[in-house]
Structures are given as structure tokens and as C-alpha cells.
């Protein structure tokens, strides 16, 4: 019998599930690896193969961090950041903050087409907890 563990890290990164949860764990601890003023004028917006994608709000931060690559690349290299670019937009930190917290909303259900989706993908595994796991997981990573 083979360990959960090397099956689910392989599932991970063929769903491209790995980079994700990273990217969520690092937007939750954002204040923490940043302080105050740098955590209020960045976010991480996308983490792809390794690079990271900040937004900052202001041209002048822009231009600042552009000094600081290297830094913010070690800060964060746990998370599996080998590059950093910045651009400028919006922050939605604390869009995002106040939609993961509980609001007593029900979640919309999956439309047909990625209930199909996910049941196709979910049909190979045998384990019935295991299937079921990684069901729910899909489901919000669609659906939030």
C-alpha cells in the first residue's frame, strides 16, 4: 500500500494546486512577512512556475521595490518564489480578507459543465475519503 502523502503532492502539481495553495497561504501572512507601510501598498496577485506577481498601488512603490528583488525573492523562497515582477493596480487585500471570512452565505453550487469536470477527474481515484477530499477541494477552488 503507497502513502497518501507522494500520491497527493502528485496530484497537487498535476492540478496546478500546489502554487495555489502557496499563493493563498502567503496572501494570509502577507502583514506578517511585509509590516506596515510595504504590506498596505503590495499584494501577491499570482504565483506561476516559480515567479511571483505583486500589485502595488503607486508608482512610487513601484519604482522602490524594483531595489528590493532580491529581498522580497528570499523572503519568500519557502513558498517556492524564485523571481518576483510588480505591477501596478488595485490592492484587494481586504476585498480578499472580508471574503474568507465566514458570512453565512451558501456557496453557489457547481454548474453542469464543472460538476462533469470534477466528477471526471475525481472518478480515477478509488479510495472513497480520498475521492471525496479532493471533491470538496476542487469544488471550492471553482466555485470559492
Known amino acids: 500500500m503507497k502513502k497518501v502523502g507522494p500520491i497527493l503532492n502528485s496530484i497537487f502539481e498535476n492540478f496546478g494546486f500546489e502554487e495555489k495553495l502557496k499563493l493563498e497561504k502567503m496572501r494570509t501572512r502577507w ?65 480578499e480578507k472580508a471574503a474568507m471570512r465566514p458570512t453565512g452565505k451558501k456557496r453557489r453550487e457547481p454548474t453542469e459543465d464543472e460538476a462533469r469536470w470534477i466528477e471526471e477527474n475525481v472518478s480515477t481515484i478509488k479510495d472513497p475519503e480520498l475521492a471525496d477530499a479532493f471533491r470538496s477541494l476542487i469544488e471550492k477552488s471553482i466555485v470559492g
Open 31 to 95: 502583514d506578517r512577512h511585509f509590516l506596515e507601510p510595504m504590506s498596505l501598498h503590495t499584494f501577491p496577485s499570482d504565483l506561476n512556475k516559480g515567479e511571483l506577481l505583486i500589485t502595488v498601488d503607486s508608482p512610487v512603490w513601484l519604482q522602490q521595490l524594483t531595489f528590493f528583488k532580491n529581498e522580497i525573492i528570499a523572503k519568500l523562497a519557502s513558498y517556492g518564489v524564485k523571481a518576483v515582477r510588480f505591477r501596478q493596480g488595485r490592492i484587494h487585500q481586504k476585498e
